[in-house]
T-cell receptor, first 112, second 111 residues
Framework: ETGVTQTPRHLVMGMTNKKSLKCEQHLGHNAMYWYKQSAKKPLELMFVYNFKEQTENNSVPSRFSPECPNSSHLFLHLHTLQPEDSALYLCASSPPGNYGYTFGSGTRLTVV | QKEVEQDPGPLSVPEGAIVSLNCTYS??????FMWYRQYSRKGPELLMY????GNKEDGRFTAQVDKSSKYISLFIRDSQPSDSATYLCAILSGGYNKLIFGAGTRLAVHP
């Protein structure tokens, strides 16, 4: 384990479902991130949170809704997704002044 | 033009070979360059981190940055089957620790 824990590891959901992805870190990091990883494409930054405040939304569709209740927890709420949203969703965190991210193992999402 | 370009491979080499992995980038203002390694069914892990131009060595791994060509490289000496993974270059862009990743190169080292 890297210190960043993501649950669930795998998720299959229908296009009308609502589900949530969870990320948790107890590394004392202040910044948390959501990335989307699709086959043969670069990791796509979705959201950035610094000290619980959202500082970046990379033009992500509103069917993805992030939530950061504190510096240790990050959620990604999903609703009415499309099959092209199927991907590996990675959470990462980083400490102040350090550019090395610690990633979780990701949630493999399949939208049917 | 993409901010970071990386050949996705795959790259297959015999054990013991020297491996060269490369990325190009578009913005000459970038200063921080990283390499991540990602094993199957795992998240990426930070391998090497360099600032500005020059080389940095860590065991069998050497990271090289050529800012004049906007070219970054990762060399792996005496490659091992355990090095089989996807290698991603990443560049720090803007504020708030925003990393931009290449597509990743899949490497297979066969015994």
């Amino acid at each position: 384990e890297t210190g960043v824990t993501q649950t669930p590891r795998h998720l299959v959901m229908g296009m009308t479902n609502k589900k949530s992805l969870k990320c948790e870190q107890h590394l004392g990091h202040n910044a948390m991130y959501w990335y989307k990883q699709s086959a043969k494409k670069p990791l796509e930054l979705m959201f950035v949170y610094n000290f619980k405040e959202q500082t970046e939304n990379n033009s992500v569709p509103s069917r993805f809704s992030p939530e950061c209740p504190n510096s240790s927890h990050l959620f990604l709420h999903l609703h009415t997704l499309q099959p092209e949203d199927s991907a590996l969703y990675l959470c990462a965190s980083s400490p102040p002044g350090n550019y090395g991210y610690t990633f979780g193992s990701g949630t493999r999402l399949t939208v049917v | 033009q993409k901010e970071v370009e990386q050949d996705p491979g795959p790259l297959s080499v015999p054990e013991g070979a020297i491996v060269s992995l490369n990325c190009t980038y578009s913005n000459s203002a970038f200063q921080y360059f990283m390499w991540y390694r990602q094993y199957s069914r795992k998240g990426p892990e930070l391998l090497m981190y360099t600032y500005s131009s020059g080389n940095k060595e860590d065991g069998r791994f050497t990271a090289q940055v050529d800012k004049s060509s906007k070219y970054i490289s990762l060399f792996i000496r005496d490659s091992q089957p355990s090095d089989s993974a996807t290698y991603l270059c990443a560049i720090l862009s803007g504020g708030y620790n925003k990393l931009i990743f290449g597509a990743g190169t899949r490497l297979a080292v066969h015994p």
